[in-house]
DNA sequence: TGCGGAAGGG
DNA sequence: CCCTTCCGCA
């Protein structure tokens, strides 16, 4: 059924085809197919396709950085939602309540002071997506957004339905992601024949997916199940075969305002090449070259992986450098035992690169009480992150003593946040320190523009013994909860209070924060192995092969060490309580009695906004083995689904 | 305008 | 799950 044509109408565009304004996602963000609970096309799918097509343009169009668009006619868009989903009584105020969703989901924001202008976050997407995809070699604009320039199709992997795989169902991951993979696997495509569709290049989409499909499975077959490569791939490329990112970038034209640079793969032929993950290359901070070991990048055609030692290292540590270097969850360090990833060396604050990085260190523990609202003034990017503590759950057994800082302040909503920055100084001497723990969370209490939510190290005796996903919040300042906040903080631009300047088109990093979730392995042993991935330990002794000199330790990553040996234990449960904030309480009690299922999403997402659903971009890590039941159970109506197709109203 | 809770539908 | 519908609040 779904054959490619029957959308096909009004699609006639090919993938070739460029868009008359310029702007372009990849093709696989506009795949309809992928609703992830619910068949019918998404929303925000439909709104990335209004945006495609020119003859919209009127009604809502690309505006500002990157990402960013405007609904110019609200009653018109709604018009067209309403007809596409047979809901003739759709208006703009139901259809911005979706949108608001959305905001949860991390898959959109608001900026703040325009008017029905919204902003993707595709960061996130890609960065997850598509981590291999090199990013750096070409320079995106700002406003670009990553693009796999591999291949238009990129997609998840898939599929394994095995419950091995399912880590990943991906991987948790939030919505987009999970979405977009299940899509893939399903891809089914909807639509009204209202005649006011708008699909475009589903067609090729289709096609793609289902081709897509059929080398996942193969795929799928192909690789032994637990291997670790699985989460591998799944974690990066998504999946190894399709098209994987042919060639690390090629560059794409930037449009400056196309959230995504045009893809200009060709074909398929490609695999995935383990490029640098985008985020290395995005990264300011020229970062190592990393060169796709060939094992990896070579095609992977043959339906198989190979990973050598080596070349996990360098995957490693590539992928830990961009973590580092766009703050990201610890938990996005992969690792796999035996490996030992260089560190990566953090950007030296000489570097011009700075980034967004660069913040007044500060002091966790410090910053607890300090917080001053915006005080962040001096970063101008998003990269200072705050933090907030979080009380306890409350089922979670009391943490020790070393938390007296954290309850006191946890308890208290009130508590303050600090501001964080990624960079190594930062709170270095804080973080070393003592076992701050923090959680944070996204109050509303303090309004700086920037907020967002972190958890931190806090607490998580509370949960495990010690460290766990805090930590790794940390770094993934994430901003789950409180959409609002959320948007606020990463609008830069956007903030209402000062509507007249004008919009400095901001990398978005904002969404960076978004952690990625490390694919849990459970370490097995303990301790020790666990992470292996990285030594932050930088010891003086220790070589780091890849990352020249300059890496200075930095004490974050220490922390992240101990705690991920933790983490990974506890990850699986500990995670929840974090993603879950506002929500979770509520379920709470739910969660435990059955709801293992969630329980097994969430340790996949890290934290997705509000949360369950969620979140978007989020998904890396494996989850725990006890998730994977569900994922994979997932994974296999998805697939099972595959042909599945709703034909609309 | 925008936000987000609540209830409900598919 | 993903909205859709309603609604109160700001």
Known sequence: ????????????????????????????????????????????????????????????????????????????????????????????????????????????????????????????????????????????????????????????????????????????????????????????????????????????????????????????????????????????????????????????????????????????????????????SMTPTPHLPYTPSPSLSSPMMGSHFSFNPEDMKHYLQA???????????????????????????????????????????????????????????GHQHPSPYKFKLQPPPLGRKQREAGSSLATSSSSSSSSQSSSFTGSGQMSSSALAGGPPKIKVEPISDIESEEEVEVTDISEEDELNHNNEHDEGDIFTPTARHRPHLLNNHHQANGNSSSPSAPLPPLPDDDEDEEVFKTPATPPPGSGGLAFPLISLKSEPGQPSPISPGGTRCIPLKLRFKRRWSEDQKMEADGERDEAEDKKVRAEGEEEVAGKREEAGRREGEVENGGGRGGGVILGLMLPPAPTQRRASSELHRATAQLSLENTGC
């Open 319 to 377: 992928h830990t450098q961009s973590v580092f270097n766009y703050h990201l969850s610890p938990r996005a360090f992969l690792h796999y035992p035996n490996i030992i990833i260089p560190q990566p060396h953090r950007p030296t604050p000489e570097k011009p690169a700075a980034h967004h990085l660069h913040g007044p260190p500060m002091s966790l523990s410090h910053s607890l009480s300090q917080q001053p609202g915006g005080g962040d003034d």
């Open 1 to 280: 059924m779904k054959t490619p044509a029957d959308t096909g109408d009004h699609l006639k565009s090919r993938r070739g085809k460029t868009l008359p304004t310029g702007f372009a996602f990849p093709e696989w963000a506009y795949k309809p197919e992928s609703s992830p609970g619910s068949r019918q096309i998404q929303l925000w799918h439909f709104i990335l396709e209004l945006l495609r097509k020119e003859e919209y343009h009127d009604v809502i169009a690309w505006q500002g950085d990157y990402g960013e668009f405007v609904i110019k006619d609200p009653d018109e868009v709604a018009r067209l939602w309403g007809a596409r989903k047979c809901k003739p009584q759709m208006n703009y105020d139901k259809l911005s309540r979706a949108l608001r969703y959305y905001y949860n989901k991390r898959i959109l924001h608001k900026t703040k002071g325009k008017r029905f202008t919204y902003k993707f976050n595709f960061n996130k997407l890609v960065l997850v997506n598509y981590p291999f995809i090199d990013m750096g070699s070409s320079r995106v604009p700002q406003s670009a957004p990553p693009v796999p320039t591999g291949g238009t199709h990129f997609r998840f992997p898939p599929s394994t339905p095995s419950e091995v795989l399912s880590s990943s169902e991906e991987l948790r991951s939030p919505g987009m992601f999970s979405s977009v993979a299940r899509r893939m696997a399903r891809g089914s495509v909807s639509d009204c024949s209202d005649g006011t569709s708008t699909n475009s290049e589903l067609e090729e989409a289709v096609g793609a997916e289902e081709r897509a499909v059929g080398q996942e499975r193969a795929f799928r077959g192909l690789l032994p199940p637990r291997l670790p490569h699985d989460s591998l791939f799944r974690v990066y490329g998504g999946a190894p075969n399709p098209a994987g990112l042919p060639r690390p970038a090629p560059r794409v034209h930037p449009e400056p305002l196309s959230p995504f640079p045009v893809s200009p793969l060709p074909g398929p032929g490609g695999l995935l090449a383990p490029t640098l993950s985008p985020a290395l």
